[in-house]
């Protein structure tokens, strides 16, 4: 059974940084896209960021320059290092992989969620 369990949100000051990380578990290889997508309310989910098992990456042009999105594949983990947090940065933040990068619904995996806050 495939698990991808999130940490690291928070509430943190404009200008603040905070970093997540997702951690995957079960038969979830080869891993080929992992990603960030964030959902605040009364809006839609969106793509924050993504990096292939290759190492290419992809960011929401709102979050770049003040976010970087990086994996350990050893230890099936990607991270993302967000500075710079303005208040519109306020989601619930939710860990993708993508398993074989098909854009398939039975290789598509989503974490739990974890809530980022940025307020003064």
């Known amino acids: 059974q495939v698990q991808l369990v999130e940490s690291g949100g928070g509430l943190v000051q404009p200008g603040g940084s905070l970093r997540l990380s997702c951690a995957a578990s079960?038969?979830?290889?080869?891993?080929?896209?992992m990603g960030w997508y964030r959902q605040a309310p009364g809006k839609q989910r969106e793509l924050v960021a993504t990096?292939?098992?290759?190492?290419?990456?992809r960011y929401q042009d709102s979050v770049k320059g003040r976010f970087t999105i990086s994996r350990d594949n050893a230890k099936y983990t990607v991270y993302l290092q967000m500075n710079s947090l303005k208040p519109e940065d306020t989601a619930v933040y939710y860990c993708?992989?993508?398993?074989?990068?098909?854009?398939?619904?039975?290789?598509?995996?989503w974490g739990q969620g974890t809530q980022v806050t940025v307020s003064s």
């Open positions: 993708n992989v993508d398993r074989r990068g098909y854009g398939l619904a039975s290789d598509n995996y």
């Open positions: 079960g038969a979830i290889l080869p891993m080929y896209v």
């Open positions: 990096i292939t098992s290759g190492g290419f990456m």
